[in-house]
């Protein structure tokens, strides 16, 4: 769905890299008003900040936040090389998009949300164990464990080979610097429901990128978000997963929704596939979590 533009262009820097980003300002907002708070919205482990990932920020937009919008580094057109998924590397972007927040006028610095889709919702974990300034959360069909994520969608022997390739690949690179590639529903295993969505929606984009290196699998699997969970409270979480989620497993979610400390709330979306949390996929399911995380962010930020 074509969205009419609400949104600046802008960039800050994160690890000596230019990030893109759109910010969106409230349409009510004018100078000398009361700071207001912000929201930041990372995208997913594949995705970019325009491609089927603008409807979150344009309702929160139309709820009067302010909303930061970025495309991790090398995504989208952020600086950095592509087929690289470091999520470290996405976390700190995520701390230098909360600094760049508190220096925007008409943004409160001390009400910042984070609302965080797929892996995305692992970074949003991740992040407000580690930064108390991120105030509210809110996480859908995330991953909990990378490595747990990893081995779960997999069959035990697809397992085994692909780890032991994983680690052929990083003894390689660290004796020669030289990268294995590997195509992303082979890294990200897909479900049929999740290649029909890169085929017909993501891999049309000119920006794609269909081969990662495995060294991302490897970073993946010591990204363990529900270890830090629990540093969280007294902050709220509201955590949403898909019913019927074969990408990030259901269990992804309440596995680490019950490491989580209050307050907090669990939401499902009823016989929803992964891609069907989104608009752009089901507009009905997807505004299961737009009605509970408005309720959220109003209640809490």
Request: aromatic residues 12%; glycine residues 6%; proline residues 7%.
């Amino acid at each position: 769905m074509a969205h009419p533009k609400v949104w600046d262009d802008i960039h800050f820097y994160s690890n000596d890299l230019k990030i893109a980003a759109f910010l969106y300002r409230p349409r009510d907002w004018k100078k000398g008003d009361k700071p207001r708070p912000a929201i930041i919205v990372p995208h997913g482990y594949s995705g970019m900040k325009d491609v089927y990932g603008m409807d979150v920020p344009q309702w929160l937009w139309e709820e009067g936040y302010f909303v930061l919008s970025p495309d991790y580094p090398g995504f989208g057109v952020s600086e950095g090389q592509r087929g690289r998924h470091r999520p470290f590397d996405q976390a700190t972007m995520v701390y230098d998009g909360i600094t760049y927040l508190q220096t925007v006028e008409g943004v409160d610095p001390e009400r910042i949300g984070l609302y965080g889709s797929s892996w995305g919702g692992a970074n949003a974990i991740w992040c407000a164990a580690f930064d108390e300034r991120i105030k509210v959360i809110v996480s859908a069909v995330m991953v909990a464990d990378g490595e747990r994520w990893m081995r779960t969608v997999r069959r035990p022997h697809e397992w085994a080979t692909f780890k032991e390739k994983v680690m052929e690949a990083e003894r390689k690179r660290v004796l020669t610097n030289e990268k294995t590639m590997m195509p992303l529903p082979e890294i990200m295993l897909t479900d049929p429901h999740t290649q029909m969505v890169i085929d017909q929606f993501h891999a049309k984009d000119g920006r794609f990128n269909p081969m990662y290196d495995l060294e991302s699998a490897a970073h993946c699997w010591r990204f363990k978000p529900e270890w830090v969970a629990s540093r969280i409270s007294p902050r709220p979480v509201l955590m949403v997963y898909a019913e019927h989620d074969t990408l990030c497993p259901v269990n992804e979610q309440l596995s680490c929704y019950e490491e989580l400390g209050e307050p907090k709330r669990l939401v499902c979306i009823p016989e929803a596939q992964h891609y069907e949390s989104y608009a752009f996929c089901s507009p009905e399911k997807h505004e299961v979590q737009k009605r509970e995380a408005i309720s959220w962010f109003r209640q809490y930020l």
